[in-house]
């Protein structure tokens, strides 16, 4: 819709459509063929996002000579920010959250415009995002800090106001070089202290970020600093990390495997450092305990055991690595799965690993042995008055293939009603 110049001299304010609902957000994007140095001004709803090329003073707009001017235009239909906190203007990007709930990029929308799929970029962080409370999102929050974006996730209501029990990061890390550039990624979740509002400032040219914090022990309102360089929370307290692998196929779904062992290659190893290895087969739900380790590196020379005097000169202690931590067979429990067979059967693997310290993980290697896989093993028939029967009764067995298409894969299903999807390392 048009802005009429005779509304802006008497003083009003301009309109979006009431089905927009109401007026969420106010924000500006840097735009470099303006004159004016800056975007458009974005009107962002719940259910839409508008542009509107505003004048730099009520002057220039109300000497306008076309009433029409300026234009207020139609930039996303549907999916609007939430609210005006979680709106984050990266460069010429504007990043968002929306009712879904989701995270979306203005940018990534506008360039996609006519095809179907009217998507959000926030897909890998499905499994936390469903469980966010609708009616408390436009209390969510975010920043861009340290070349990470910062979303706040998990709302819920306190006594205090709305506190959030997780932050979703986005790693702009990959794009940073005049190399091949990857996509962004996300990083799962950080939890561990219930964040109000995150919010980050320039001191001196150097940025620093911060978090307004409800305390779990005291109930009271804290504010909590967003570093970039520490190895341990408030002292040596040693945060805890847990990384999930795709599910490997070893390029081959159809090939039955058994699981062998796994290599872990990790750097930057400093202090004492915990392992906890968990596996799980195909499309079982639960993890299974694989196997438990310590790894440890001196701090100081207080911990070392030939010297701790701490004499002169000084020793430097550094970060160590260690590139072939090897797993054990792991356990072989029997899960039922149609049919009782090992734990580390299977056409697909994922692995887990808890840590508990500072390291950094360069890479995990997973090893499976090809096994034999019987045609007709697990075959369930039908008798001829349609009550299932043993595959060893005197029924006519009749094993039955059906493909079924998906969106990114081929799902096959068996007669006895068991899938698997194939997903990519």
Same mark, same amino acid.
């Given at each position: ?12 304010? $301009?309109?979006? &459509? @009431? ?6 957000? +106010?924000?500006?994007?840097?735009? !470099?063929?303006?004159a %004016? ?28 000579n ?9 930039a ?7 609210g ?7 460069n ?26 009217n ?5 890998n962080?499905?499994?936390?995002l469903?469980?966010?409370d ?11 800090f ?5 979303q706040?996730?998990?709302? $819920?209501?306190? &006594? @205090?106001?709305?506190?959030h029990?997780?932050? +979703?990061?986005?790693?702009?890390? !990959?794009?940073?070089? %005049? ?94 450092v915990?392992f906890?290895a968990?596996?799980r ?8 305990f ?62 887990k ?14 090893y ?13 028939c ?8 043993a ?35």
């Amino acid at each position: 819709m048009s802005q009429k110049n005779p509304v802006a001299n008497a003083g009003d304010a $301009f309109i979006v &459509p @009431s089905n927009a609902l109401n007026i969420r957000m +106010l924000a500006h994007t840097a735009e !470099l063929d303006t004159a %004016l140095g800056q975007g458009r001004l974005l009107i962002g709803t719940p259910r839409a996002i508008y542009r509107l090329n505003v004048p730099v003073t009520r002057d220039d707009w109300t000497l306008l000579n076309d009433p029409s001017q300026p234009l207020q235009t139609v930039a996303q239909i549907r999916y609007g920010p939430v609210g005006d906190r979680s709106a984050v203007v990266v460069n010429g990007d504007l990043f968002y959250q929306t009712l879904e709930p989701g995270i979306r990029s203005l940018t990534y929308s506008v360039r996609y415009f006519q095809q179907w799929g009217n998507v959000p970029i926030s897909r890998n962080e499905n499994r936390v995002l469903r469980f966010n409370d609708r009616s408390l999102l436009r209390f969510s929050s975010g920043i861009e800090f340290n070349n990470r974006l910062y979303q706040t996730a998990l709302p $819920f209501q306190s &006594p @205090s106001g709305v506190a959030h029990r997780g932050i +979703l990061p986005l790693d702009f890390d !990959l794009i940073s070089s %005049l190399e091949e550039k990857l996509p962004p990624a996300w990083e799962g979740m950080l939890e561990g202290i219930d964040v109000m509002q995150l919010f980050e400032g320039d001191f001196g040219g150097l940025q620093r970020a911060f978090a307004v914090v409800l305390s779990r022990l005291t109930g009271k309102i804290e504010v909590w600093e967003l570093t970039q360089a520490e190895r341990f929370d408030v002292g040596d307290r040693r945060i805890t990390m847990v990384i999930e692998t795709p599910s490997y196929t070893f390029k081959d779904p159809l090939q039955l495997k058994e699981l062998e062992s796994a290599r872990v290659w990790i750097d930057k190893l400093f202090g004492k450092v915990e392992f906890k290895a968990y596996y799980r087969p195909d499309q079982w739900p639960c993890w299974i305990f694989w196997h438990a380790w310590n790894e440890c590196t001196m701090q100081n020379c207080h911990e070392d055991p030939v010297d701790g005097t701490c004499g002169y000169p000084t020793q430097d202690f550094c970060e160590s690595y260690e590139p072939q931590m090897t797993l054990p067979k792991p356990p072989t429990p029997c899960i039922s799965k149609g049919r009782r067979v090992p734990a580390n059967w299977g056409y697909q693997f994922q692995i887990k690993l808890v840590i508990k310290g500072w390291c950094r993980v360069r890479g995990i290697i997973v090893y499976a042995l090809t096994k034999e896989d019987q045609p007709f093993d697990g075959i369930v028939c039908a008798s001829n008055n349609g009550r299932l029967a043993a595959p060893n009764s005197s029924q006519q067995v009749i094993p039955t293939r059906v493909n079924v298409w998906g969106d990114e894969s081929i799902q096959t299903a068996w007669g006895d009603g068991s899938a698997w999807g194939e997903v990519e390392p």
